[in-house]
């Protein structure tokens, strides 16, 4: 099996498969352990690279702080019984976000940011 990927301009994975014969023209050929990564990674240029996610939170007296959001990330909370959307905040400058959870009951916070960043959903119950 010939495992391969095509990229944008900018190393994401926009499409990937298997053949058995040669790989299409315009990919890039990967061996199975990454394309079975291919989702959460990045070529740059000469290796494969874990795509960036949101990674610190701290849970707050009034809901949670999420602080290094990349410019143009957009915060989404939700009921996460119903899927209402409760709230949708863009981050202070200083690349945080104060989320107010006020009532007790389970919420999914979801940040999605733009490329290469990866989205990331927290589930919450108070």
Do not use: C, K
């Not at 890039?28 to 000469?46: K, R």
Request: net charge negative; no cysteine; aromatic share 8%.
């Amino acid at each position: 099996m010939r495992y391969f990927a095509r990229l944008d301009g900018d190393g994401l994975p926009t499409g990937w498969g298997i053949r058995t014969t040669e790989v299409p023209e315009g990919t890039v050929e990967v061996n199975a352990e990454v394309y079975a990564a291919l989702p959460g990674l990045l070529f740059d240029g000469t290796e494969w690279q874990p795509r960036p996610t949101v990674a610190w939170h701290a849970e707050t007296a009034e809901g949670l702080v999420i602080a290094a959001l990349p410019a143009g990330a957009v915060v989404t909370v939700e009921d996460a019984e119903t899927g209402e959307v409760l709230a949708t905040l863009a981050p202070e400058a200083d690349g945080s976000a104060d989320i107010a959870l006020p009532d007790p009951g389970p919420y999914a916070v979801t940040v999605t940011a733009p490329a290469p960043w990866l989205p990331w959903t927290l589930r919450v119950t108070r």
